[in-house]
């Protein structure tokens, strides 16, 4: 029985962003095809009608994560130093270290993304380009705002590697910091000195 194509393309979107949540919490080299697919209610046969494997659904779940995450920044107005600083305070939080199934794609899938084929880094790269043409726009300078990228990321891939919250929130408390630095530095004055939320 043929479903229509919007149906079709429902039920592609379903199985990314939930594919997607399992991946980032137990990682996606180590997710099969028939736990990928589960996790949308769907049977691995349903998946291959979707995707030809799994290099293609690793594709897709970057390209949808990382516009999602692109959509998001993109309604801070530019410059507004607040709501850019609100924004990566969120991301810098234990809140987001112990949900990675909620949070970025970047801290739990780039390193499978290394190890992925190149028409998938291709689409990371487009993707993560695009990302940070909006950041660098919301920032004012695109070199910060790589900066600030890998000190985001950076800090969340090794707080989720800690035992203790003391330990967690002393790396995000000095990113965090690390990231008004880099902000203040654009307007040439101190940064001010905040812990944030944990």
């Excluded at 029985?1 to 939930?18: D, I, N, T």
């Excluded at 998001?72 to 939080?93: C, G, K, M, V, W």
């Excluded at 000190?151 to 090794?158: E, L, S, Y």
Aim: contains cysteine; hydrophobic residues 40%; glycine residues 8%.
């Amino acid at each position: 029985m043929r479903h229509p194509p919007e149906q079709k393309s429902r039920s592609r979107e379903k199985l990314v962003r939930a594919s997607a949540s399992l991946a980032k919490q137990q990682g996606f080299a180590g997710s099969g095809v028939d736990a990928l697919a589960s996790a949308a209610g769907f049977t691995s046969g349903a998946f291959y009608r979707h995707f030809e494997g799994k290099d293609e659904l690793l594709s897709s779940i970057v390209e949808t994560e990382l516009e999602a995450t692109r959509a998001r920044f993109a309604t801070i107005e530019p410059r507004d130093e607040a709501q850019l600083l609100h924004a990566l305070d969120a991301y810098l939080s234990l809140a987001h270290v112990r949900h990675p199934e909620a949070g970025c794609v970047l801290p739990p899938l780039a390193s499978e993304v290394g190890r992925a084929p190149d028409e998938t880094k291709k689409v990371f790269e487009r993707a993560l380009s695009e990302l940070m043409a909006v950041l660098s726009e919301k920032v004012g300078d695109s070199s910060v705002a790589f900066a600030i990228l890998n000190q985001c990321v950076g800090a969340v891939m090794i707080a989720r590697g800690l035992a203790t919250d003391n330990a967690k929130h002393e790396v995000l408390a000095a990113a965090r910091q690390s990231v008004r630095q880099g902000i203040a530095s654009l307007r040439g004055v101190p940064p001010p000195r905040t812990q944030g939320p944990g």
